[in-house]
Nanobody, 115 residues
Framework: VQLVESGGGLVQPGGSLRLPCAASGFTFSSYVMSWHRQAPGKERELVATIGSAGYSTNYADSVKGRFTISRDNAKNTVYLQMNRLKPEDTAVYYC?????????WGQGTQVTVSS
């Protein structure tokens, strides 16, 4: 199982970023996928989840209305579109597949929101 996040970077408040997570080594289209984030000194938190077919999504209250999770099962990729970014969105963002005892995680991608 391999998950590779990308697309992070430095963005000004109010800006946007799109994070892709490329998956391999398992039947991607069969699994719920999720995005999580961890800010310095804080616990990792769930940001958004998406059902296996892409029709069912859920979001943390802190990102609802600003972030959109989506997936392309033909490309084995899950995305996180982040709009109207705030400084408090600064964190390392991870995608996760529900495989293994603790799930399978990517290496993460850093998102920094600062002027």
């Amino acid at each position: 199982v391999q998950l590779v996040e990308s697309g992070g970077g430095l963005v000004q408040p109010g800006g946007s970023l799109r994070l892709p997570c490329a998956a391999s080594g398992f039947t991607f289209s069969s699994y719920v996928m999720s995005w999580h984030r961890q800010a310095p000194g804080k616990e990792r938190e769930l940001v958004a989840t998406i059902g296996s077919a892409g029709y069912s999504t859920n979001y943390a209250d802190s990102v609802k209305g600003r972030f959109t999770i989506s997936r392309d099962n033909a490309k084995n990729t899950v995305y996180l579109q982040m709009n109207r970014l705030k400084p408090e969105d600064t964190a390392v963002y991870y995608c996760k597949a529900p495989l293994g005892l603790f799930g399978s995680w990517g290496q993460g991608t850093q998102v920094t929101v600062s002027s």
